[in-house]
């Protein structure tokens, strides 16, 4: 459709569409009314079509039958994009699943704007850290699934860039900004300039001063609160009554992680749970981990934790309400506690932010403002390392899942027009 342009950022937990014409850019419904599609696809057991978004998690929660897939882009960049999977009886590859989800958004697109073949789509700074060959396969992957998805035209963008651009468009005089994108998988920083006159120039590049990031998002935040509040009440970390010490520990860290949850449910490892089981000191805590895979339930404790870990941004304590789940008890997780575990995470991103601005020459006074987006950039604990790291940045927050989204739409106005 002649004057309008596309921007897709598919996140690890949610996704948007953006459209951009000569007066601005708007995202798209994708749910209904809702502009925000959380990245999810459930695959029913009788074989109809999938369901997305929160269809897919309300399916899932409904106790169908099927299969339940999140963190979808967490396998970007990893061997397991080209893996198989068992879906309804048949073996489907994690990239047909990706191309599922992704040729959903553009029927969504092709609903709001019918015609458009070119789009810019966000990617992090790095799909992989520190593996420049695994990051372009990443990049590669992502091209050719939205290119059979019908786009004869794709680019990309960093997501940190496009939030800038986002963010630019409500500026009245010149920033030097740092960006700051906590997405489910990963973090990433850019370092720009920005300004009214600067959002009209035809080559943007001499305005990014740096770039960085890492593979560390929400998801990982996520992980690191069900290892340590959750799990435990299924037996992680407990011990062998033969005084071997620790019971292996990739079964609960495969439930603690999105992406890994469904491999639980081979046969295999219910064999393997129950010969744990003979082996530990607290068998009654195995027999709960029993229970949660044979009713298919690791999706919903994720969520579960997923709901307490946004909780806690607001609240001192919030409850993990796993009894109906794991028929276990309901424990109160504190916030101190679930930032405690997030120390060394924290650190990871206090040094990103040194780096990144070692790259751009610049020292963290020359910092105007710091931009939030994405889900957990609300958290208390990392707003508070951003104020300590750059006391005299304003701290400035917009649409938290939708700046990126409408960023790359503005880019792709730029590219394309």
Excluded at 160 to 173: I, T
Aim: glycine share 10%.
């Amino acid at each position: 459709m002649a004057g309008l342009f596309a921007g897709i950022d598919f996140g690890t937990s949610n996704s948007t569409v953006g459209l951009a014409d000569a007066s601005g850019a708007r995202l798209i419904a994708l749910e209904g009314e809702e502009v925000t599609l959380p990245s999810a696809v459930f695959f029913h057991a009788d074989g109809p079509a999938p369901d997305f978004g929160r269809a897919a998690i309300a399916a899932y929660l409904e106790g169908e039958e099927g299969r339940l897939m999140r963190g979808l882009k967490s396998t970007l960049g990893s061997a397991l994009v080209n893996d198989r999977t068992a879906i309804g009886g048949r073996a489907v590859s994690f990239r047909d699943v990706l191309a599922r989800f992704i040729g959903h958004l553009r029927l969504r697109l092709d609903h709001a704007a019918p015609g458009i073949d070119r789009a810019v789509f966000g990617r992090p700074v790095h799909f992989v850290d520190d593996d420049a060959e695994g990051d372009a396969s990443a990049e590669g992957a992502l091209a050719e699934i939205a290119r059979a998805c019908g786009f004869r035209e794709v680019e990309f963008q960093f997501e940190p860039v496009a939030a800038a651009l986002h963010y630019e468009q409500g500026l009245r005089a010149e920033e030097t900004v740092l960006v700051f994108d906590i997405g489910g998988g990963t973090s990433d920083l850019s370092v720009l300039r920005l300004s009214p006159d600067r959002a009209r120039a035809a080559d943007r590049a001499g305005d990014i001063l740096a770039n960085g990031g890492i593979r560390l998002g929400g998801t990982d935040f996520d992980r690191l609160l069900s290892l340590a509040e959750a799990m435990p009440h299924l037996g992680y970390l407990s011990t062998s009554k033969a005084g071997q010490g620790i019971l292996p520990r990739h079964y609960w860290q495969d439930m603690a992680t999105w992406h890994r949850i469904n491999a639980l449910y081979a046969p295999r490892v219910m064999t393997d749970l129950k010969s744990l089981r003979h082996e530990a000191d607290r068998p009654d805590l195995i027999d709960r981990m029993i229970h949660v895979v044979t009713h298919r339930h690791g999706h919903a404790i994720a969520m579960e934790v997923e709901r307490a870990k946004i909780a806690l941004s607001g609240a001192e304590a919030a409850r993990l309400m796993l009894a109906p789940l794991t028929t276990g008890p309901n424990p109160v997780i504190r916030r101190a506690d679930f930032e405690a575990a997030l120390a060394p995470p924290t650190a990871r991103l206090r040094a990103l932010i040194a780096s990144t601005l070692a790259e751009a020459g610049l020292t963290p006074d020359r910092i105007a403002t710091v931009f939030l987006t994405g889900g957990s950039s609300q958290l208390p604990l990392l707003q508070a390392m951003l104020a300590e790291a750059l006391p005299h940045a304003r701290l400035a927050t917009g649409d938290m899942l939708g700046s990126v989204g409408t960023g790359l739409a503005l880019e792709a106005r730029r590219r394309f027009a």
